[in-house]
Nanobody
Framework: QVQLVESGGGLVQPGGSLRLSCVAS???????MGWYRQASEDQREWLAT???????NYADSVKGRFTILRDGAKNTVYLQMNSLKPEDTAVYYCKDYHSGTWGQGTPVTVSS
């Protein structure tokens, strides 16, 4: 079973950018992958998915600001986040849909 490790979170000012990474312990080039986030006691919110063939979908809340990318050679999926807002503050998780595996999450705080 693939294990996932997220990184790249941190504190950023409103309007700033961050790039999150999700590194898999094995090949994920043929697996659909996704990014989610969870703020405090809220439910985990789906943000973006990239399919095996590279089709991509985004939640309306992040469309036009966030970009999901896959580097198959590095077994890594990225989430490029631009124009960040305070309401983007959350713990961000990646998910391997093939196995149902989640990473441990990386926290993002958007604040001045």
């Amino acid at each position: 079973q693939v294990q996932l490790v997220e990184s790249g979170g941190g504190l950023v000012q409103p309007g700033g950018s961050l790039r999150l990474s999700c590194v898999a312990s094995g090949s994920i080039v043929n697996f659909p992958m996704g990014w989610y986030r969870q703020a405090s006691e809220d439910q985990r919110e789906w943000l973006a998915t990239i399919t095996r063939r590279g089709s991509i979908n985004y939640a309306d809340s992040v469309k036009g600001r966030f970009t999901i990318l896959r580097d198959g050679a590095k077994n890594t999926v990225y989430l490029q986040m631009n124009s960040l807002k305070p309401e983007d503050t959350a713990v961000y998780y990646c998910k391997d849909y093939h196995s149902g595996t989640w990473g441990q999450g990386t926290p993002v705080t958007v604040s001045s």
